[in-house]
């Protein structure tokens, strides 16, 4: 009488399978192949067989098993085929072992793919991610995919003009010659560095019918599904998979919790995502919408070519920009505000412009943005004067026509930080013009105690110069010498006021900074003798009393 059961498999060395050695190298030839070359048969029945890496584990196997055992038939189906498929080619169950073996099954099944339900084509592929090296190096998520694609490109409203990658066309005989799972995980997806200048073809009134059945897959599927799309290598010229790129990346930063700034997967497709709005550039996104990219993809910590690509994009169109706009988080690299990257924008947009006032619009009208963006981050107590100075002096000095909101700026800057020291606060003055200071602002600066007293001295000089002397007529010349007259004694009077207020506070800051360079003298002329006394006198040093 035999034994029901005279084999032991132990896969990926979780789970023992006890087995019937004439029914699984009847259709298992890679099995019936290991039993064969064996020099001793009853060892091996003893030890077992160890398989370690079966597609899809010990539910794989356990799918084979009941093939073998109720005569090479099993309910095939979308969800399972794929995990049948991978398994048939691992362990050989071919034509040339047995006839109708499980590996022509599968074919056949797998030969009407084009004729899915796109829900059954979504579940097949998510069926994928368990064995997806084997899944790609047996072509079979090519096959799924070039049929995904097939079925977008068949029900969307926009002309995609795209081609897919030629499918492996193997036969089943051959599959053992095919490249090795753990190799062709290796190769990495690079087709998302290529530029290109030619403008994008496709439509974005096509309906995203499709996006949110996608997003759900692993980012290992649709980096291959961005692989098989080959125009889209060549000249981008489908830019609608580019906005479902996006949206994947963005529902990828709110649902799921992996590490995505430490996740290559991640980040190989951010990367695909800004190359791909870079190739289409401004005439497709708007500088919100570039604002708006730029937040995504960062998460994933894009290269610094790549970056750079992208913010000399934006740099060039920052004159559409809001203050919405400029506000970028920063706590992922330890400050509230990315103030770095205005920067960096700033100095984009002002290589683009030039220097020589050619685009003095766009120049001023990004000044006044600027302005606004210092006013912002001022209180933010993360902000070291470097970096506002960095912002402040980002732009030329004829971007600006009035430095009064440089002074706003400044003044909340003051406000916020009490603890900024003397000599710091005459630092942050010095981005000031102050020829280009109102007389309003100029009369609040000398006013101001949180202000260097040098600093408003120099101020209220600038507005010396400025001081008008016949400019109470009024300049049209048809008014009457009666409103002339009028016009004038109506404003002269408070005029005067002001210009000897003004003299009165110009006197008073000299005085007070005279005050202040004499009080430093005396401080260095007694820290000197404090020195030469020790120096000299350590004994009489050591009765005189502590200076703290």
């Avoid at 969307?156 to 062709?184: G, Q, R, W």
């Amino acid at each position: 009488m035999t034994k029901p059961c005279d084999l032991q498999i132990k896969i990926n060395g979780q789970q023992i399978f006890l087995l019937k050695e004439k029914i699984i190298s009847k259709y298992c030839g890679k099995v019936k192949k290991i039993l064969n070359h064996q020099k001793r048969r009853c060892h091996v029945k003893e030890m077992g067989i160890r398989i370690n890496d079966f597609p899809g584990g010990s539910d794989g196997f356990e799918l084979v098993s009941r093939f073998c055992y109720n005569n090479g038939k099993i309910p095939i189906d979308v969800a399972n085929v794929s995990l049948l498929h991978c398994c048939a080619i691992y362990l050989g169950m071919t034509e040339e072992v047995c006839n109708n073996n499980l590996l022509q099954q599968t074919q056949t099944f797998l030969e009407g793919i084009h004729y899915w339900k796109w829900n059954d084509m979504v579940l097949s592929l998510m069926s994928c991610r368990m064995f997806y090296e084997y899944a790609d190096c047996y072509g079979l998520l090519e096959k799924i995919i070039s049929a995904v694609l097939t079925k977008i490109v068949r029900n969307s409203d926009a002309n995609l003009n795209i081609s897919f990658t030629s499918l492996s066309s193997s036969s089943p005989s051959s599959s053992s010659t095919l490249s090795s799972p753990e190799s062709n995980y290796a190769k990495r997806f690079s087709s998302s560095t290529q530029t290109t200048s030619e403008k994008a073809k496709s439509s974005l009134t096509s309906k995203a019918w499709w996006f949110e059945d996608l997003e759900t897959l692993p980012p290992k599927i649709i980096e291959k599904l961005f692989q098989c799309i080959e125009s889209y290598k060549d000249d981008n010229n489908s830019l609608i998979f580019t906005r479902f790129l996006l949206q994947y990346l963005k529902t990828a930063t709110q649902t799921r919790n992996a590490d995505c700034r430490n996740n290559s997967e991640y980040a190989a497709l951010a990367e695909t995502a800004a190359y791909g709005v870079i190739f289409v550039g401004k005439k497709n996104f708007s500088c919100r919408g570039l604002f708006w990219v730029l937040r995504i993809v960062s998460r994933f910590g894009l290269s610094k070519i790549c970056r750079t690509e992208l913010e000399k994009l934006i740099g060039g169109m920052l004159e559409q920009a809001t203050l919405d706009d400029l506000l970028v988080s920063g706590q992922d690299i330890g400050i509230y505000y990315d103030v770095n990257l205005v920067i960096r924008l700033v100095k984009q947009f002002v290589d683009t412009n030039g220097y020589d006032g050619m685009c003095l619009q766009k120049m001023k009208r990004v000044g006044r943005l600027i302005d606004k963006y210092l006013r912002e981050i001022s209180p933010d107590q993360n902000l070291k004067i470097a970096k506002f100075l960095g912002v402040a002096e980002c732009l030329p000095d004829f971007a600006r026509d009035c430095f009064d909101g440089i002074y706003r700026a400044i003044d909340i800057y003051l406000e916020s930080h009490p603890n900024v020291p003397f000599e710091e606060r005459s630092r942050l003055c010095k981005c000031l013009n102050y020829s280009k200071l109102s007389f309003g602002a100029s009369k609040d600066l000398a006013k101001n105690p949180r202000i260097p007293p040098m600093v408003a001295m120099q101020a209220l000089i600038s507005q010396q110069t400025k001081i008008p002397t016949t400019n109470f007529v009024t300049e049209s010349p048809r008014k009457s010498r009666s409103q002339i007259v009028l016009y004038n004694e109506g404003t002269i009077d408070s005029f005067s006021q002001e210009k000897k207020q003004m003299k009165l506070n110009l006197e008073i800051l000299k005085c007070k900074a005279v005050k202040v360079e004499k009080l430093e003298e005396m401080n260095g002329q007694i820290s000197n003798m404090f020195s030469r006394n020790v120096l000299l006198t350590p004994a009489l040093a050591r009765a005189s009393p502590r200076y703290c």
